[in-house]
């Protein structure tokens, strides 16, 4: 299946109609095109896919956006899990083993890398349970095989 179809299956919940993939980063963020040319981020480590902008001139805004940037980038986390895990191989991406949302750190020992498929298909299946959960609210993660 391809990455746009997986964002379909697994965060089509959310209201996106994916059409086209046009940015990635190492840590499988992406920046989605939709059906009615807004761009969306999917976010694995945080568990959100979520509008960024209204039209393509606005993403070139953002492009430019320092904060944004700096966000989008994230080189310093980069750079620790380049130094942990080496370069990307294909169709890999460094992630949280446990996401950010869910109280996972942002440092050594809860980053690894795995296949962004399936980095797509874990955020939007948490995201989704998550949802309407309130903040702080306790959560059980079971783990089925």
Known sequence: MSLVEEIRQYWGWVGI??????????????IIKDEAGKYWRL?????????????????DALSI???????????????MATDLWGPLTEGRKYCLKV?????????????????QLELVRISGDIARQ????????????????
């Open 43 to 59: 976010c694995p480590e945080d568990c959100y896919c979520k509008v960024i902008a209204a039209s393509r001139a606005e993403l």
């Open 65 to 79: 956006d320092q904060e944004f940037l700096q966000d989008w980038y994230m080189s310093s986390l980069v750079s």
């Open 130 to 145: 998550i949802e309407e959960l309130p903040d702080g609210a306790q959560i059980k993660l079971r783990v089925v095989e």
């Open 17 to 30: 109609e994916p059409v086209e993939v046009v940015g990635e980063n190492d840590f499988g963020n992406l």
């Open 99 to 115: 996401p950010g949302i869910l109280g996972g750190a942002y440092g050594e020992e809860n980053i690894a890398t795995a296949p």
